[in-house]
């Protein structure tokens, strides 16, 4: 086995398992703080597969450029969503999703 | 040999980080976890060969990020003793196969053969630097960074403004 297939085989299975667990606790959690940490977390696996696609295919500077734009997009929608959970909560007195009746209409 | 123990090293250091930020039943532990999720995704990106996405991952996902979620886990309430008990055990009971999940995927996942035909055998960036990539390649995205950045920062006023007049 060489070098880029083993890199290719256990990052890979990484970057899955990473996701299955972002989707998990995405799809279970009624905190609208978790659900964000969540998000954080499939954002952490397409950024590992981003760089590990670039060092796959030799294109490492193109990954790189990629990867550093994807962390400022997502670091701009954790900022926004935050505020948002906030405000929600000043107006509620809770960040949970099953009980947030206000946003009808 | 020790390349591949690092390897794999790494790969389940960022699986349990993962596992964990999302098990744990305190927000605050979960902000910390994806801390050190982010540390060790650092860690493979200097493996890759990539580091100054490296450095901007630690930076950014592994401080900033993490602040972030403290300071607003800060402003939220804290959930009491009774609450707190009662939210550990529906998480147990959630998220107890998840690991079981976690380590049959990945075990059922190294028994496939992938097509690895597209692997070039000797990563060669072809003379590109970063800098030059950014600048003459993809200077669209530095405008949308900017953008994005500004209306981030527009949008966290205008939501987190003190209303008078409710």
Redesign the interface.
């Known amino acids: 086995m ?13 970057v ?3 996701a ?3 989707f ?2 995405l799809l ?1 959690t009624k ?1 609208l ?2 659900a ?3 998000v ?2 499939l954002a ?1 696996a397409v ?2 597969l981003i ?2 696609c ?16 994807l ?10 969503a ?6 929600l ?1 000043k107006q509620d ?3 949970d999703a099953t009980t947030m009746r206000t946003l009808k209409g | 040999m020790l ?2 123990v690092l ?2 090293l ?2 389940a250091l ?2 349990i980080g ?2 964990l ?2 098990m744990t039943s305190r ?1 605050l532990r ?2 910390i976890m ?1 801390a050190v ?2 540390a060790v ?1 650092t860690a ?2 200097f493996r ?3 580091p ?2 490296a450095v ?2 630690l930076s ?2 592994a401080g ?2 993490p602040a ?2 403290i300071s ?2 800060g ?3 804290r959930l009491d003793p009774e609450g707190l008990k009662a939210r550990f055990k529906d998480r147990i009971k ?2 107890w196969f ?1 690991p079981v ?2 380590v049959a ?2 075990a059922g ?2 028994q496939i053969h ?1 097509v ?1 035909d ?9 003379g ?3 800098q ?3 600048w003459n ?2 200077p669209l ?1 530095l405008l ?2 900017v953008a ?2 500004l ?2 920062a527009f ?2 006023v205008v ?2 403004k003190e209303t008078t007049n409710d």
């Open positions: 060489t070098e880029a297939v083993l890199l290719f085989t256990v990052f890979g299975i990484g899955i398992l990473t299955i667990v972002g998990y606790c279970t905190s703080i978790r964000l940490i969540a954080e977390i952490k950024t590992l760089v590990l670039g060092y796959l295919t030799g294109r490492m500077a193109l990954a790189q450029t990629l990867a550093i734009t962390i400022i997009i997502e670091v701009a929608i954790v900022v926004v935050i505020s948002v959970v906030l405000a909560f007195g809770d960040a | 390349d591949t390897v794999i790494l790969t960022l699986a993962a596992l930020t999302a927000l979960a902000a994806l999720t982010s995704l493979i990106m890759l060969n990539a100054l996405a901007f991952e950014v996902c900033l990020v972030i979620f607003a886990i402003l939220t309430r959630r998220y998840l999940i976690l995927v990945a996942l190294s992938f690895t597209f692997i070039v055998s000797a990563p060669d960036s072809a590109e630097t970063v030059t990539v950014f390649t993809r995205d949308g960074q994005a950045l209306a981030a949008a966290v939501l987190l």
